[in-house]
Structures are given as structure tokens and as C-alpha cells.
């Protein structure tokens, strides 16, 4: 831009002489001249960038629809993927870990870290970043569901590597061998009492068999008990492990003592007619975590299926309560 020039008359010579300005007065005409310049240019940008569409601006929003396509589809699968995750822990714990009598896992350790995670979310309120956030959230809910299944199923691999000692644990045979047995004198359940007349709870199976018939432990285990015990009589007591335990009651003998091993088939001792009891038979009950058990549920080794519903009919159809 040309700049004006100014001329002032002078009285003395007569003429006029060009009037300079001063050097403050130049600095503000170009501060004032650039801050013309640069507001217009400002306007100008603006005045592009919102109705001229650049090819590069074109591109970038391009991709930005793209990009929030791709992110909205992981949220769908990892919405997906959750799920499958969410029926893997059900089945987790009501199939595989009660198959082999585990605790559940609880849900603060299956989602063990994810809180915090949780709390940095909230502190995020971007909007722009709302569905990265959820989607990454997500994928770290994931990732932690991922990580405890394997621990859980690292566990139970080794659990199924125990079983064949667990199976040696769980009482399986028939206390009194079928050759000696007389009938099945009282099956489990509500039985009337012999003795008071009474209508009680019959917590184990009532074998009738003459006194002296050898009495067998039914699983491998260690005796806790060997001794009289009220109404039971001679009662020996087994702990076999993984929440079972057996009862042997009315013995005339024993053959085994408190704090001894034994394995499923050893000679325990003998039937008799001591404690409460009406008549020479053997009093057994199953256990599970203290709870009293049909027995006729825990033979599968040394009776034929034929054998098996045999026992089933005579434990459903006994009445008479021996004990």
C-alpha cells in the first residue's frame, strides 16, 4: 500500500513543506495495517475451511466415517464375545466346577481390577472419545474374563488330573458282601421307629446279616472314629477326603482304630447287635460336606447293574427299622 503524504503551510517562508510523522505515529500505522491484514486473512481461512471442501479435508472426514464404522462394529463384537464369556463362566461354575466339587468362582475374582478401570471411565467426559471409552472398557472386561477363565480352567486340568484319586476316595462298593446278606431291612428315608414308635428321618441303609459278617470299608479314607457311641452302638467312623465320610454301626467287633488308613476293601469289622437295635444288621451311612446321603446312590464297583436295581427295590420297598 502507498502511504499518504501530508503538507503543512508554512507562515514564515511561505510555502509548504512535507510534514514527516513521527516514529511512534509509524509504528502504530503498521501495527493498525498488519491487524487489518491479519483479521482479514483470519476471515478469509475461515471462510474456506467451512465452504470450500480440500481434497485433504474431503479425505480425513472420509476416514473419520470409516474409522467410526470400524470402532461401532468392535463394539458389537465385543458385545458378542462377552456374552460367549458371560455362558463360559456360567457353565464354568455350574457345570465343570461342581463336576469336580469345586467352590465357584466368585464374581469380585473373576472381575478382580476391573473397578478402578471403571472409575478412570467416569473420570473421562470427553464426548468424542464416549465410544472409544466404552469399547475399550469392553475389550478390558474382556481381557480380564479371559484371563480367570484360563486360570480356572489351568485349575480344573489339574483337578481332572486328581481324579483318579478322588474316585478312590468316594465310597462305591457294598459294606457287607451280597453272599452274606439275609434281606435289606430298612432303606433311607422316613421310617417309623421300632422301639418308641415314632415317625423319624432313617439317615443310612439297615443290613440284616448274622453276627460275625465282616463289614468292608467302601472307599479309601482315614478312620476318625472307633469306639461306642450311644444310640450307634460300635461305630466306626471314616473320613475319606473331598467332603465324604461313611458310618458303620451296631459292630460287634473292631478291626481297624482311630487314626488308621484304610483302602476301599479292607476287613473294618464285624456286624453285630450293639446300641440301639432290634436285631443283628449293620447301620451305614453316606456323608457329603456333613449331610446325609442315599446309599443306594454310591455302589458302582463290585454290583452288576441287574444287582444294582435289585438293591434299589428292596432299600425303596424295606419299612422295618432296625436301629
Keep these: 500500500m502507498r502511504q499518504k503524504v501530508f503538507y503543512r503551510f508554512n507562515q514564515s517562508t511561505g510555502r509548504y513543506e512535507r510534514v514527516f510523522p513521527s516514529r511512534k505515529d509509524r509504528i502504530g500505522i503498521t501495527l493498525r495495517n498488519w491487524g487489518i491484514s491479519l483479521l482479514?486473512?483470519?476471515?478469509?481461512?475461515?471462510?474456506?475451511?467451512?465452504?470450500?471442501d480440500f481434497p485433504r479435508e474431503r479425505e480425513l472426514r472420509k476416514q473419520n466415517q470409516r474409522l467410526e464404522a470400524r470402532i461401532e462394529i468392535m463394539n458389537r463384537q465385543a458385545d458378542e464375545a462377552l456374552a460367549v464369556m458371560e455362558d463360559i463362566a456360567e457353565r464354568d461354575n455350574n457345570f465343570y466346577r461342581v463336576m469336580m466339587q469345586s467352590e465357584p468362582l466368585s464374581p469380585a475374582?473373576?472381575?478382580?481390577?476391573?473397578?478402578?478401570?471403571?472409575?478412570?471411565?467416569?473420570?473421562?467426559?470427553?464426548?468424542?472419545?464416549?465410544?472409544?471409552?466404552t469399547?475399550?472398557?469392553?475389550?478390558?472386561?474382556?481381557?480380564q474374563m479371559l484371563f480367570s477363565q484360563i486360570n480356572s480352567f489351568d485349575y480344573l486340568a489339574k483337578e481332572a488330573g486328581r481324579q483318579k484319586d478322588r474316585i478312590a476316595h468316594i465310597p462305591a462298593i457294598q459294606p457287607v458282601p451280597e453272599k452274606f446278606l439275609r434281606t435289606m431291612a430298612s432303606g433311607y428315608g422316613v421310617r417309623r421307629d421300632p422301639i418308641y414308635g415314632t415317625t423319624k428321618f432313617h439317615e443310612g441303609l439297615d443290613f440284616s446279616a448274622p453276627i460275625g459278617t465282616p463289614v468292608y470299608a467302601t472307599a479309601d479314607g482315614i478312620v476318625t472314629n472307633s469306639s461306642?457311641?450311644?444310640?450307634?452302638?460300635n461305630l466306626i467312623e471314616i473320613?475319606?477326603?473331598?467332603?465324604?465320610?461313611?458310618?458303620?454301626?451296631?459292630?460287634?467287633?473292631?478291626n481297624v482304630k482311630a487314626g488308621q488308613s484304610v483302602c476301599r476293601g479292607d476287613l473294618i469289622g464285624y456286624v453285630g447287635n450293639t446300641g440301639?437295635?432290634?436285631?443283628?444288621?449293620?447301620?451305614?451311612?453316606v456323608r457329603h460336606r456333613?449331610?446325609?446321603?442315599?446309599?443306594?446312590?454310591?455302589?458302582?464297583?463290585?454290583?452288576?447293574?441287574?444287582?444294582y436295581d435289585e438293591l434299589v427295590r428292596l432299600a425303596e420297598n424295606a419299612g422295618h427299622v432296625m436301629d
Excluded: C
Design 276 to 285: 440301639k437295635s432290634t436285631g443283628p444288621h449293620l447301620h451305614y451311612e
Design 290 to 307: 456333613g449331610e446325609p446321603q442315599n446309599p443306594v446312590n454310591y455302589y458302582f464297583y463290585d454290583i452288576t447293574p441287574e444287582q
Design 228 to 233: 461306642w457311641k450311644s444310640a450307634y452302638g
Design 239 to 254: 473320613d475319606h477326603g473331598y467332603n465324604y465320610s461313611t458310618r458303620y454301626a451296631h459292630l460287634s467287633k473292631f
Design 40 to 52: 482479514g486473512s483470519l476471515v478469509l481461512i475461515a471462510f474456506l475451511y467451512y465452504l470450500v
Design 135 to 143: 469399547v475399550g472398557s469392553k475389550l478390558d472386561r474382556l481381557d
Design 109 to 133: 475374582r473373576r472381575y478382580a481390577g476391573l473397578e478402578r478401570q471403571r472409575n478412570l471411565d467416569r473420570m473421562d467426559s470427553l464426548s468424542d472419545n464416549a465410544l472409544v471409552a
